[in-house]
């Protein structure tokens, strides 16, 4: 069975510091994807990532990037110079499918991110 | 630029009451899901609908019935709310059921107490 673990369940962090945020999956599947969604304190929740388990290069958008590593079954996400608008809670997913259609999402518990300055 | 819209955003029901929540898509996806959102537990699939006319179960599907009313709409229904059920319900859409790993979008959340 999938699943997602984030281990770190409450992170703070001083602006301008950056952070690592963890994520662990477990799947037998050799085709999945992974994901990280942001949830602000307005609730919504923001897709930031996809990553399919053929592609381990890492992946850098402004302060943000992401480190996939199959070995460890780890999609590791770093913010760079945080800033307090980081503040929010970050998940991490696995997708795979269901027999017959659709995409399932396996969400780890998440973690949030509190940027003080 | 509206997404994935769901109503209402609040919701107080008393135990036994009934209600549907809605929920539309505006990117012609084929999919689309009900999640609920608990403290500690992250997002947990309710039902999906993997395309126009079908649906199925997620991993917490009791108390709730679901309508896929056309490609756009997909409603969640609550029989007879029980306490359990308040939570953060978030309605989510996908392009193509038949092709893995495809981007799920969600969205705003529907905030709902039962008590």
């Known amino acids: 069975a999938q699943k997602v673990t984030q281990a770190q369940t409450e992170i703070s962090v001083v602006e301008k510091e950056d952070v690592t945020l963890d994520c662990v999956y477990e799947?037998?599947?050799?085709?999945?994807?992974l994901f990280w969604y942001k949830q602000p304190p307005s609730g919504e929740l923001v897709f930031l990532i996809r990553?399919?388990?053929?592609?381990?290069q890492n992946e850098i958008s402004g302060r943000y990037s992401w480190n996939f590593q199959k070995s460890t079954s780890s999609f590791n996400f770093t913010i760079t110079a945080s800033q307090v608008v980081d503040s929010a809670v970050y998940f991490c997913?696995?997708?795979?499918?269901?027999?017959?259609?659709?995409?399932?999402?396996?969400f780890g518990t998440g973690t949030q991110l509190k940027v003080e300055l | 630029n509206a997404g994935v819209t769901q109503t209402p955003k609040f919701q107080v029901l008393k135990t036994g009451q009934s209600m549907t929540l809605q929920c539309a898509q505006d990117?012609?996806?084929?999919?689309m899901y009900w999640y609920r959102q608990d403290p500690g537990m992250g997002l947990r699939l309710i039902y999906y609908?993997?395309?126009?006319?079908?649906?199925d179960k997620g991993e917490v599907p009791n108390g709730y019935n679901v309508s896929r009313l056309n490609k756009r709409e997909f409603s969640l229904r609550l029989e007879s709310a029980a306490p359990s059920q308040t939570s953060v319900y978030f309605c989510?859409?996908?392009?193509?059921?038949?092709?893995?790993?495809?981007?799920?979008?969600f969205g705003e959340g529907s905030w709902l107490t039962v008590v």
């Open positions: 989510a859409s996908s392009r193509d059921s038949r092709t893995s790993g495809n981007t799920i979008y």
């Open positions: 990117m012609n996806h084929n999919s």
């Open positions: 990553r399919n388990s053929f592609d381990e």
């Open positions: 609908s993997a395309s126009e006319g079908t649906t």
């Open positions: 997913a696995l997708s795979d499918r269901y027999t017959g259609g659709g995409n399932k999402l396996t």
């Open positions: 799947t037998r599947d050799t085709t999945y994807y």
